[in-house]
């Protein structure tokens, strides 16, 4: 358990550096969320098979996306495929069945 609890502080730690970097810098840093992504596909082998996660890490993740789609938005970016992953990243973590 002290493992998944380092992760989660390691997560939320990238999580800050990506948001302080969007509005820093105004465009999405491509990869530290490919970072970020990695991290969420270690955290999948301790969540499997639960029906929970912690609620601020499902804020940050939540937060985090809507701010990525805000500032594409903003930037008029036609290229979204790092918040597509980044998406299917997050919803793996919530759902075993999706994006095995």
Do not use: C
């Not at 992760?7 to 840093?29: A, Q």
């Not at 969540?47 to 499902?58: D, F, M, Q, V, Y």
Request: proline residues 3%; without cysteine; negative net charge.
């Amino acid at each position: 358990m002290s493992d998944e609890i380092q992760l989660e502080k390691e997560i939320s730690t990238l999580i800050l550096n990506i948001l302080l970097y969007i509005r820093t810098n105004r465009k999405l840093p491509e990869e530290s969320i490919r970072e970020l992504l990695g991290f969420l596909e270690a955290l999948r082998k301790f969540t499997k098979g639960r029906n929970e996660i912690s609620k601020p890490l499902a804020y940050q993740l939540f937060y985090l996306y809507t701010t990525g789609v805000s500032q594409a938005a903003h930037n008029k970016d036609p290229d979204s495929t790092i918040l597509t992953e980044l998406y299917m990243g997050i919803v793996a973590v919530f759902s075993d069945a999706l994006y095995q």
